[in-house]
T-cell receptor, first 113, second 114 residues
């Protein structure tokens, strides 16, 4: 079956630090990969996506590259802000089931001024 | 504003009570899903629907029922609430497309069963 493993949190950084949140996956077929973000007290929002190998998804300064050879989709940002404090979820769909997301457990990021 | 609307935002139930969590979307999305979010567990799929009249079970369906009589609405029913169902519930919808665009999530219902 499908599964997503992302780095345990919480992650605490100072403003302007570099961020990496690791994500690896196991899936049948050719999955589509996503990062969702959940700000405090809110629902999840799609942050970025990649639908085939070597694709790079990007949004709001965040990037992630779909690496088929290492089955990874690590989230990166060069300079984090306090407003980036949130929970980040890596997720995938696979096997033709575009309506069934499999999520990682989430990583809490706190950015201090 | 277009989006996914969940009601109520907060609810406290006694063990054994039943209730329905409401979910409505106005984007004419075909796909709708219910997830529960628990600390350290991420989000787990309860039930999903690929269109009106079609529903199926997800990863953790026990204790929950759904129906989809219209494209817009996808209510989640708790038949006999148990403390293990204390969680935050999210409804989500997505358009059927050749390239998957991702889900739009509601703001959640925080349910406590005592």
């Amino acid at each position: 079956g499908n599964s997503v493993t992302q780095m345990e949190g919480p992650v605490t950084l100072s403003e302007e630090a570099f961020l990496t949140i690791n994500c690896t996956y196991t899936a049948t077929g050719y999955p589509s990969l996503f990062w969702y973000v959940q700000y405090p007290g809110e629902g999840l929002q799609l942050l970025l996506k990649a639908t085939k190998a070597d694709d790079k998804g990007s949004n709001k300064g965040f990037e992630a590259t779909y690496r088929k050879e290492t089955t990874s989709f690590h989230l990166e940002k060069g300079s984090v802000q306090v407003s980036d404090s949130a929970v980040y979820f890596c997720a995938l769909t696979s096997g033709g089931s575009n309506y069934k997301l499999t999520f990682g457990k989430g990583t809490l990021l706190t950015v201090n001024p | 504003n277009a989006g996914v609307t969940q009601t109520p935002k907060f609810q406290v139930l006694k063990t054994g009570q039943s209730m329905t969590l409401q979910c409505a979307q106005d984007m004419n999305h075909e796909y709708m899903s219910w997830y529960r979010q628990d600390p350290g567990m991420g989000l787990r799929l309860i039930h999903y629907s690929v269109g009106a009249g079609i529903t199926d079970q997800g990863e953790v369906p026990n204790g929950y029922n759904v129906s989809r009589s219209t494209t817009e609405d996808f209510p989640l029913r708790l038949l006999s609430a148990a403390p293990s169902q204390t969680s935050v519930y999210f409804c989500a919808s997505s358009r059927q497309a050749s390239e998957y665009m991702g889900y739009t999530f509601g703001s959640g219902t925080r349910l406590t069963v005592v």
